[in-house]
């Protein structure tokens, strides 16, 4: 049904008008008692045999949404009443700012794949940090904080814009994510080597431990699939280097080559980020790579390309202790998470594993060992 609805109507629409218009229904359910609480046993079973613990969380199971959809922290209990074991929102910057000039929202049907230039479009760290504050959860879940550079702020001085962010945001965050792959703001990927790197994430990691001193806020770092080989394998021993506690992998590519594009060129054009299953096989070759690099050290998060439950087990098997999605979710509507925990407590029932962490990085162990 819902792929009817999507042809008949979203198609139709504009997509950055589209996204706020399933939001506001979103937000509109969570907010309405006797219907939430519907909406969530209709959407969002929950599944013994995938809970996980991971960021030192207990949570249902690992499949979250991934920063993007939920930019300021309004409809986290919404998205845990679709079904979502994780919310991560931003990306948030220290100051507020409206993005890039639209149309900067593009979907790439025939290829199941959204472009983006949307340029960290936020209400800014202020102000999303008193709406955590204030917020009362109905649906407890984890809450990831992604933070990146206000657009106007010289490279040089992003280490500092950083820190502001982290020192309003931290005491809200059950993790904390610093981003440095977006391709829609401007020198922000420059901050992915690791002579610019290493002094951002200690200053985050020291402004973390300074505002929050009743517990350690987990710090995690996300990467872009367009890095180098050699570069993933700088970012994985900075990572080990310095105690962080995770890395996410991957970001939107900026690559348009050699993703088997079939949709309308002029559309795959467009400059932003691609996301969506044209990223899914790089994303998951970086994660691969991740994980020989650093095994269990650090907890690895797998995102991009991410469609179904078999892509979500083979993002596991290669070491993901989390799994993220967005783009899909356009595309698979209201009941996509409950058919992907559906499937994916179907593929650990069938597996010689006898829980979701005994399968993590299991195929890597199985190939090393051969």
């Given at each position: 049904m819902y792929q009817l609805f999507f042809n008949l109507i979203f198609r139709r629409m504009d997509p950055e008008k589209a996204h706020h218009l399933a939001f506001r229904w979103i937000r509109l359910a969570a907010r309405t008692p006797v219907l939430r609480t519907f909406v969530a046993a209709a959407l969002a079973p929950r599944y013994k045999e995938l809970r996980i613990e991971a960021l030192g969380r207990r949570m249902h199971g690992p499949f979250g949404l991934a920063a993007g959809f939920d930019k300021n922290a309004v409809a986290i209990d919404g998205m845990t009443m679709l079904g979502f074991d994780h919310v991560e929102i931003g990306t948030v910057t220290a100051q507020p700012q409206p993005g890039n000039p639209k149309k900067r929202l593009f979907r790439l049907v025939p290829d199941r794949a959204?472009?983006?230039?949307?340029?960290?479009?936020?209400?800014?760290?202020?102000?999303?940090?008193?709406?955590?504050?204030?917020?009362?959860?109905?649906?407890?879940?984890?809450?990831?904080?992604?933070?990146?550079k206000t657009k106007i702020v010289p490279e040089e001085e992003a280490v500092a814009d950083y820190v502001t962010?982290?020192?309003?945001?931290?005491?809200?965050?059950?993790?904390?994510?610093?981003?440095?792959?977006?391709?829609?703001?401007?020198?922000?990927?420059?901050?992915?080597?690791?002579?610019?790197?290493?002094?951002?994430?200690?200053?985050?990691?020291?402004?973390?431990?300074?505002?929050?001193?009743?517990?350690?806020?987990?710090?995690?770092?996300?990467?872009?699939?367009?890095?180098?080989?050699?570069?993933?394998?700088?970012?994985?021993?900075?990572?080990?280097?310095?105690?962080?506690?995770?890395?996410?992998?991957?970001?939107?590519?900026?690559?348009?080559?050699?993703?088997?594009?079939?949709?309308?060129p002029a559309l795959t054009a467009e400059t932003g980020g691609l996301?969506?299953?044209?990223?899914?096989?790089?994303?998951?070759?970086?994660?691969?790579?991740?994980?020989?690099?650093?095994?269990?050290r650090i907890t690895l998060v797998g995102v991009g390309g991410i469609e179904n439950a078999e892509d979500a087990w083979q993002r596991i098997l290669a070491g993901a202790t989390l799994v993220q999605g967005y783009s899909a979710f356009i595309?698979?509507?209201?009941?996509?998470?409950?058919?992907?925990?559906?499937g994916l407590a179907a593929r650990l029932d069938n597996s010689p594993y006898a829980t979701l962490a005994e399968a993590v990085g299991a195929s890597a162990r199985e190939e090393t060992a051969a």
């Open positions: 959204l472009i983006n230039r949307m340029g960290f479009n936020n209400d800014g760290s202020a102000s999303v940090a008193a709406r955590l504050a204030a917020r009362n959860p109905v649906f407890p879940t984890t809450v990831g904080v992604n933070i990146g962010s982290t020192e309003r945001l931290a005491r809200h965050a059950d993790y904390l994510v610093v981003n440095v792959s977006s391709p829609n703001t401007p020198g922000l990927r420059n901050l992915q080597a690791v002579e610019h790197l290493r002094p951002l994430l200690t200053a985050v990691r020291e402004a973390a431990d300074r505002t929050v001193t009743d517990r350690r806020v987990p710090l995690l770092v996300k990467i872009a699939p367009d890095l180098a080989d050699a570069d993933i394998d700088a970012v994985a021993d900075l990572a080990l280097e310095l105690g962080l506690d995770g890395i996410i992998a991957t970001n939107t590519t900026i690559a348009r080559d050699g993703l088997g594009l079939t949709s309308d996301s969506g299953a044209p990223v899914k096989a790089r994303s998951l070759e970086v994660l691969r790579r991740l994980y020989a690099r650093v095994g269990d595309y698979e509507g209201p009941f996509w998470c409950r058919a992907l925990h559906k």
